[in-house]
């Protein structure tokens, strides 16, 4: 399958849009916002608006181009909504704990700070989509939020074999350098190298998407 023609195509039809591109820009910069005054003092009302900042997006229906009229809390649904959000809500404490050691952490030892968040496991529900949301957040060039789904959309286009952080004994740092790594060189790089960091998690969903919808050789 030509990628690139597609990836192209959904570029200039979809993610490029400054309504797709407005709208999640706006809401990283909100949730931002909540980390740069809040960060480790969320209250349980805080802690829900900054999921729904993270899931905030405005994006065509389910296989159409044609744009929806608001927007909708669908960006990142498994990493921080229902049953995640409310475990992470009944440990809050802790939460609020790593959600300041994440943010407040300087280059030198925020690989450090996640790697010990995973070991810990102290944060139900929160996975590997929530804490690398706040890497994305501290640095949309360098990191990006790992997710099952995501991981598989970047092995189709790359034909990797990254492990799947589903799996808790994949949850570690020199996994997640090296998803952020091959995005950047399969991705982010010739046609692609102005994409913006609020286009790559749909491109990688839609290509997930495509590739799931593609007949097999030899299926009828």
Request: hydrophobic share 35%.
């Amino acid at each position: 399958m030509d990628w690139q023609y597609k990836i192209t195509n959904l570029r200039e039809k979809v993610t490029l849009d400054l309504r797709f591109l407005d709208s999640r820009i706006g809401a990283e910069e909100e949730a931002r916002y909540l980390l740069h005054t809040k960060a480790g003092k969320f209250s349980k009302w805080d802690f829900c608006v900054f999921c729904e900042l993270c899931n905030t997006e405005l994006v065509p229906p389910k296989r159409s181009f044609h744009f929806r009229d608001k927007e909708s809390p669908t960006r990142f649904q498994p990493a921080c909504i229902g049953a995640n959000r409310k475990h992470m809500i009944q440990c809050l404490e802790a939460c609020n704990k790593w959600i300041a050691k994440l943010w407040q952490s300087d280059d030198k030892n925020v690989l450090e700070v996640l790697e010990e968040f995973w070991k810990m496991n102290q944060v139900m529900g929160a996975g590997t989509g929530f804490p690398t949301m706040i890497m994305y957040l501290k640095d949309t060039m360098k990191f990006n939020v790992w997710l099952p789904f995501l991981v598989k959309g970047i092995n189709i286009l790359s034909s990797g074999n990254l492990p799947t952080p589903g799996i808790q004994k994949n949850r570690n740092v020199n996994n997640y350098i090296n998803y952020n790594e091959l995005i950047k060189d399969k991705l982010k790089s010739g046609q692609n190298k102005d994409l913006k960091p609020q286009e790559i998690d749909y491109i990688l969903y839609w290509i997930r998407v495509e590739s799931l919808n593609t007949p097999k050789v030899g299926s009828r």
